[in-house]
């Protein structure tokens, strides 16, 4: 299946939907049924039937279809945010005394979810440097459940090998999970590597223009099926049909929004690198990155996003570039149309500020659909005021 068939046709059905070009929005919450009888048999599987959207939604199944198989998977759910995509994903798989294995600096909430939230319920996290495999096999217990992974991070861009840790996780019959948000499937195909779910928020690429919140979770179908009637109807986080409307014209356009990103990018990272005020690069295909190799082996781009340490001795220097930039949005997330930069500062408290703390002076770029030559202009302007 060839990715513009995905994106255009899979799962359509247009002759259901008067031939219609665009899918319907089903905005209804549940559907009706003939007879008692048949309301009682659809209750028994609410995987398969539409009873109530919480559950399944037809705009929704168009869209699993496609994601599905963007992932090369045997199915998918479609939840409200990233984060609910990645709780329900961890929440079905563990029990009270359970253990985990995550890589250390996985997204913000997700180190929140292991290090504070599952805490409270007796399932404990061992975090680990994720760019040498013997640290999983180290970290393993008897009861260790999940394998969790993040490859890259967002904001330091560290690999693990995928296809390594998804063979320790299969010997040692443990889950494997990663949050493929900053690939996308597009760039890198973790169950193709032999990892169980993928994950992924959709309100960064596949969304990709800052106006909606989404995540996917793919695996397979015995496993998403389990997953959809308990843990997810119950939690009870499904994206509604409008945002499952709005992906599928989202998706239309990944290819070329992801192909524009990636290639400027690479432009502007490659010129920003050789400024003298830059003192190290974050970027995955950037010949500098420690694990560049592996990069090119297991994702086939990088897009949007890079960080870079300033050459700077005070917070009050850092501010001043940031607030230099005319063409980057202050702001978090990234994945939509604008360029951002995202400084480590500010989630630091002022007086925790230590310059000689690297990561203190790490500002992120995230490059959009903009001209890549203006960004560019854009950054050397900011740079030499500081
Ligand atoms: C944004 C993000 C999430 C969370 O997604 P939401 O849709 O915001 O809940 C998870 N992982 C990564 C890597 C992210 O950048």
């Known amino acids: 299946m060839d990715l513009s068939y995905i994106l255009n046709e899979l799962g359509e059905e247009r002759e259901n939907f008067s031939n219609a070009v665009v899918p319907p929005i089903f905005q209804t919450s549940n559907f009706a049924f003939p007879d008692v009888a048949s309301l009682r048999t659809a209750l028994l599987d609410e995987y398969e039937t539409y009873v109530y959207s919480r559950g399944q939604n037809p705009t929704l199944t168009i869209l699993r279809?496609?994601?599905?198989?963007?992932?090369?998977?045997?199915?998918?759910?479609?939840?409200?945010?990233?984060?609910?995509?990645?709780?329900?994903?961890v929440l079905a798989n563990i029990r009270q005394g359970d253990h985990i294995v995550s890589v250390a600096k996985p997204y913000s909430w997700t180190n929140k979810l292991f290090s504070i939230l599952l805490q409270r319920?007796?399932?404990?996290?061992?975090?680990v440097d994720g760019t040498q495999i013997e640290n999983f096999e180290n970290a393993i217990q008897p009861n260790t459940k999940i394998i969790y992974l993040e490859s890259p991070n967002s904001f330091t861009f560290e690999l693990q090998d995928l296809k390594a840790v998804a063979a320790l996780g299969k010997s040692g019959g443990i889950?494997?999970?990663?949050?493929?948000?900053?690939?996308?499937p597009?760039?890198?195909?973790?169950?193709?590597?032999?990892?169980?779910i993928t994950l992924q928020t959709a309100s960064?690429?596949?969304?990709?223009?800052?106006?909606?919140?989404?995540?996917?979770?793919?695996?397979?179908?015995?496993?998403?099926?389990?997953?959809?009637?308990?843990d997810m109807l119950t939690i009870g986080?499904?994206?509604?049909?409008?945002?499952a409307w709005l992906l599928l014209r989202s998706l239309r356009t990944i290819e070329v929004r992801l192909e524009r990103i990636s290639t400027s990018t690479e432009t502007v990272a490659a010129r920003i690198e050789q400024n003298p005020k830059i003192?190290?690069?974050?970027y995955?295909?950037?010949?500098?990155?420690?694990?560049?190799e592996l990069a090119c082996r297991q994702m086939k781009k990088a897009p949007g996003l890079f960080s870079v340490a300033l050459r700077v001795n005070s917070l009050d220097q850092v501010e001043l570039f940031c607030n230099s930039l005319r063409r980057f949005l202050r702001a978090v997330s990234w994945g939509g149309h604008e360029s951002l930069v995202f400084p480590a500062c500010a989630g630091i408290p002022v007086g925790d500020f230590d310059a000689n703390t690297i990561r203190h002076r790490m500002v992120r770029f995230y490059v959009g659909l903009d001209d890549p030559d203006s960004l560019i202009q854009d950054i050397e302007q900011a740079l030499t005021v500081i």
């Open 121 to 127: 319920f007796g399932v404990t996290t061992t975090m």
């Open 186 to 196: 597009l760039y890198q195909q973790p169950i193709a590597m032999g990892i169980d």
């Open 237 to 243: 986080s499904v994206i509604p049909p409008f945002h």
């Open 65 to 89: 279809k496609k994601l599905a198989a963007l992932d090369g998977a045997e199915d998918c759910l479609v939840f409200s945010s990233g984060m609910a995509a990645i709780f329900c994903a």
């Open 204 to 230: 960064k690429y596949i969304g990709g223009h800052s106006d909606l919140l989404a995540g996917v979770l793919c695996g397979a179908g015995e496993q998403i099926k389990r997953i959809f009637s308990l």
């Open 175 to 184: 889950l494997t999970m990663v949050d493929n948000s900053y690939c996308s």
């Open 279 to 282: 003192e190290k690069m974050y």
């Open 284 to 292: 995955p295909f950037s010949t500098s990155h420690p694990q560049y």
